[in-house]
């Protein structure tokens, strides 16, 4: 059974960082693309950064590069998302996502796409 947790949300000033974590179980993450996803309050959920099954290739949505960096560690199992330069507009609760569909070299923000969700972790940017 697939597991996707997420750990290091909380509340942060504007301006500070978070290290969000997503630590899989059931699955072995090398074939899996990982992407993270928000939904801010009274807003759809949407994408945010995703990186394929090999590292090599990320994509993130433009309000978010320059300030978020994702990056994976297939030998531990888990997917992180440094975030600098946060915004009160980053509030949300965050989720990664995981799908064996995409070619090991790619990866899409397209929430259909994936198959396992977290339970989410909440992200506050509040003075």
């Known amino acids: 059974q697939v597991q996707l947790v997420e750990s290091g949300g909380g509340l942060v000033q504007p301006g500070g960082s978070l290290r969000l974590s997503c630590a899989a179980s059931?699955?072995?993450?090398?074939?899996?693309?990982i992407a993270w996803f928000r939904q801010s309050p009274g807003k759809e959920r949407e994408g945010v950064s995703c990186i394929s099954g090999n590292g090599g290739y990320i994509w993130s949505v433009e309000p978010v590069r320059g300030r978020f960096t994702i990056s994976r560690d297939n030998a531990k199992n888990t997917v992180t998302l440094q975030m600098n330069g946060l915004k009160p507009e980053d509030t949300g609760v965050y989720y990664c996502a995981a799908e064996s569909r995409s070619a090991r070299s790619v990866c899409v923000l397209w929430e259909p796409s994936y198959d396992y969700w977290g339970q989410g972790t909440q992200v506050t940017v509040s003075s």
């Open positions: 059931g699955v072995t993450l090398d074939y899996f693309a």
